[in-house]
Nanobody
Framework: QLQLVESGGGLVQPGGSLRLSCAAS????????IGWFRQAPGKEREGVSC???????NYADSVKGRSTISRDNAKNTVVLQMNSLKPEDTAVYYC????????????????????????WGKGTLVTVSS
């Protein structure tokens, strides 16, 4: 069964850190472009970060400087390390994977539409509160 599973969410105090993982089963993540998205209650889904097949990473302005995305090919996972968390980071975080043509191996979309042809996880809840 081909699926993505997110983990690592939870309740954290402002200023704290979380390490979100996106694990794949049934396929190899290093063949895919990976995106992290989040959706807060009452708000639209937004792109948080992504990493291309060649390792190019992008970040939303709201998390830039506080987050790092990386691949762990040995574990077939992609990790989003988030530091200095703020209450406005509270959301359900989703990872998505799409296989783009080789010519786009350095491309990393931050919108959800390109990932519509790929796979999505069910999300992990991050709550930042004191």
């Amino acid at each position: 069964q081909l699926q993505l599973v997110e983990s690592g969410g939870g309740l954290v105090q402002p200023g704290g850190s979380l390490r979100l993982s996106c694990a794949a089963s049934g396929f190899t993540l290093d063949d895919y472009t990976i995106g992290w998205f989040r959706q807060a209650p009452g708000k639209e889904r937004e792109g948080v970060s992504c990493i291309s097949r060649s390792g190019v990473a992008n970040y939303a302005d709201s998390v830039k400087g506080r987050s790092t995305i990386s691949r762990d090919n040995a574990k077939n996972t992609v990790v989003l390390q988030m530091n200095s968390l703020k209450p406005e980071d509270t959301a359900v975080y989703y990872c998505a994977a799409v296989r783009l043509p080789n010519v786009l191996q350095a491309v990393c979309p931050m919108t959800g539409n390109p990932y519509g042809r790929g796979y999505w996880g069910k999300g992990t809840l991050v709550t930042v509160s004191s």
